[in-house]
């Protein structure tokens, strides 16, 4: 099977500017979780969905949102960008049929610049 | 809440070296454990993972980690390091919710 895609790979904004993020997960899999990754702050967890509908949030501003559509392809979007959103954004793909906790697979990451 | 603590911030070790990585995790309950590992620019690949049984866990690339319930552990070995596991390494602690945290990451240098 194909892994996780994620476009674009890298991307360079201005402040205010708003950004959208594509995650297509692995064939099947019908989980997809959002990351954002910087040195200070490490791994954070933003949300995930599952079947369309948003399952689990971190602690991160309204700026930030997803969607997800019927084929599992997800969107993440950020508005009003500042200049601390500058991270690499991961994805993650999940199966999740048998309600535990699942492993998950990550796609290689959207490297986001905020000037 | 549950949390994943690395306290090796940065470790190097000799090419051929014997390799042990610390991760400790704070849970009520048994949690699922896995261990990541990043190269630059890089997403993150699935090492291996503990969701019950068998301790002593074998995972891909030569890895094995070992869960210790009393110490609260989940330690990332490797018996002989290539140049190529040059990367940073992740433990990560999940429950049921899917709800995954990370610990901070291990950067591991090889010396030839």
């Known amino acids: 099977k194909a892994g996780v895609t994620q476009t674009p790979r890298y991307l360079i904004k201005t402040r205010g500017q708003q950004v959208t993020l594509s995650c297509s997960p692995i064939?099947?899999?019908?989980?997809v979780s959002w990351y954002q990754q910087t040195p200070g702050q490490g791994l954070q967890f933003l949300f995930e969905?599952?079947?369309?509908?948003?399952?689990n949030k971190g602690n991160f501003p309204g700026r930030f949102s997803g969607r997800q559509f019927s084929n599992s392809r997800s969107e993440m979007n950020v508005s009003t960008l500042e200049l601390g959103d500058s991270a690499l954004y991961l994805c993650?793909?999940?199966?999740?049929?048998?309600?535990?906790?699942?492993?998950?697979?990550f796609g290689p990451g959207t490297r986001l610049t905020v000037l | 809440a549950q949390s994943v603590t690395q306290p090796d911030i940065h470790i190097t070790v000799s090419e051929g070296a014997s390799l042990e990585l610390r991760c400790n995790y704070s849970y009520g309950a048994t949690p699922y454990l896995f261990w990541y590992v990043q190269s630059p620019g890089q997403g993150l690949q699935l090492l291996l993972k503990y969701f019950s049984g068998d301790t002593l866990v074998q995972g891909i690339k030569g890895f094995e980690a070992e869960f210790k319930r009393s110490q609260s552990s989940f330690n990332l070995r490797k018996p002989s390091v290539h140049w190529s596991d040059a990367a940073e390494y992740f433990c990560?602690?999940?429950?049921?919710?899917?709800?995954?945290?990370f610990g901070a990451g291990t950067r591991l240098t090889v010396k030839p």
């Open positions: 064939s099947g899999h019908r989980s």
């Open positions: 993650a793909s999940t199966d999740r049929t048998s309600g535990a906790a699942d492993t998950q697979y």
């Open positions: 990560a602690v999940a429950h049921n919710n899917n709800d995954m945290r």
């Open positions: 969905y599952f079947s369309e509908t948003q399952r």
